[in-house]
């Protein structure tokens, strides 16, 4: 190959209208700006089915674009993956959910999930296919423990997944069958945590929801009502609550009880799975708890087996990048910090917890702070820089990858200013990167896992407001390199197209079931 490269991986920015809601554009970001006057660029596809998802109104996500950008290929993913397992029967045939079913018949069955229809880590359409099905099956007592979303759908939209679960609710809940609602909050409260960041977040979803501690409300109407009067917050940051009547929790999870974790996205349901799958926990105090019959929609890591028991295979990815380069020897370096280490490790390599080969892969992982984002929007941008730096300067690397988390996670917080700081110091990073390849030797191929901070208003029925979701846009890949110009097709590609074009300029033979090079 003719140098070393890096890539750089800015999360969750795309390719916005360039207006006052396109905070990639409103930063002043002069290393950016010159890349794309000077390098050749193009823009690639990072949502829909160019990331096997069901359609291109849904939206890509950092796990599914890590999957295309390491795999070279698109493999169904998420929604498409469960919706395919419901439309065919085979998730209801599994022995995991007539296991579930059986030892429901004179127990409670529940689902705790993401309630939105973004189809990251969720989709209300599958929650309503399982109610039905569990009714069908005869199993009477139901109760849903509700994440309310607002971050990958509207920020304040829960109360219309909220009505359309309740009426489907009530037309179960019939001839003695018990079918509610019994806890909930947003997924930034409790529950959801990922990369064990913070797991307070999840013991406050256990006491939620296992142990029925919190404020009680009639409903989940009335809750998430009550708290956005009181609190003026977003839907995601709503605080726990607990449905009652007469004082009593309506439901709680019961040692014994048959539970369904309906998320299908695995990063924020390995916790709460290790706490309701493993008899060895000590994360936090989990009561009287002696155990539940418990299942994943997926299983979220396959390489630690979480959890033991799950409704849909997942894909087996085969052939990754880092598959090819440890078979040819060469040696590999990757860094980010908590929130997306297990994305450029994980996930990167086709879902895989374990390295390749031990003695050509080096990973680092730089602590997350655990603080709001939009407080600290700077991130762990230096420090990965930092490390990015000293492997580079080492010598050791012929492939080195980084992730900066900031534009998506600071993104997912809707604060504008916050998200413009955020853009400006993932920009300040990668002058430091490219002064280093110029003085070093490296080709620098810069790209993004999906969109987010290029879409941070949205206007609908002329009343614009604060989007805290993914975007829809495409996102870039660029190529610098101050010795070498290479051409960039221009066409249709997506981020599976990224492998491919490592590999040719690494003078590698791609795997047939990879996508096209971009160059």
Known sequence: MKKPIVLVIMDGVGRGDGGSGDAVKVANTPTLDKLFETCPY??????????????????????????????????????KLVGESIENGALFASKTWN???????????????????????????HLIALLKRAKQEGVKRVYCHILLDGRDVPATSALEYVDQLENVL??????????????????????????????????????????????????????????RAELDCIDQD???????????????????????????????????????????????????????KFAGMLEYDGDLHIPTNYLVQPPVIKNTLTELLCANGIREYA????????????????????????????????????????????MKSREI???????????????????????????????MEAVVTAMECVDSSLARILE????????????????????????????????????????????YDSDNRYEVKQGNFGLANVAPTVAAMMKLTAPDCWEESLI
């Open 42 to 79: 193009t823009w690639l596809k990072a949502h829909g089915t160019a990331v096997g998802l069901p359609s291109d109104d849904d939206m890509g996500n950092s796990e599914v674009g890590h999957n295309a950008l390491g795999c070279g290929q698109v493999y169904s993913q998420g929604a």
């Open 99 to 125: 296991d579930l079913v059986a030892n429901a018949q004179d127990r409670a069955m529940h689902f705790i999930g993401l309630l939105s229809d973004g189809n990251v880590h969720s989709n209300i359409s």
């Open 170 to 227: 009530a037309e179960l809940r019939t001839d003695g069958y018990d079918y509610r609602i019994a806890s909930g909050g947003g997924r930034m409260n409790i529950t959801m945590d990922r990369y064990e960041a913070n797991w307070k977040m999840v013991e406050n979803g256990w006491n939620t929801h296992v142990r029925g501690l919190g404020r009680q409300f009639a409903s989940a109407k009335e809750a998430i009502e009550t708290y």
């Open 238 to 292: 709503l605080p726990a609550f607990v449905i009652a009547e007469n004082g009593e929790p309506v439901a709680r999870i019961a040692n014994g009880d048959s539970v369904i974790l309906y998320n299908f996205r695995g990063d924020r349901a390995q916790e709460i799975s290790l706490a309701f799958d493993r008899k060895e926990f000590d994360k936090f105090d989990r009561g009287d708890y002696t155990g539940v």
């Open 335 to 378: 860094v980010s910090e908590t929130q997306k280490y297990g994305h450029v490790t994980y996930f990167w390599n086709g879902n895989r917890s374990g390295k390749v080969c031990e003695e050509l892969e080096t990973y680092e992982e730089i602590p997350s702070d655990v603080i709001p984002f939009e407080n600290a929007p700077a």
């Open 385 to 415: 820089t930092d490390s990015l730096l000293a492997a580079m300067e080492s010598k050791n690397y012929d492939f080195l990858r980084c992730n900066f988390p900031n534009g998506d996670m600071v993104g997912h917080t809707g604060v």
């Open 436 to 479: 280093a390849a110029d003085r070093l030797g490296y080709t620098v191929l810069i790209t993004a896992d999906h969109g987010n901070a290029d879409q941070m208003t949205e206007t609908k029925k002329g009343k614009t407001s604060i989007r805290t979701a993914h975007s829809l846009n495409p996102v870039p890949f660029i190529i």
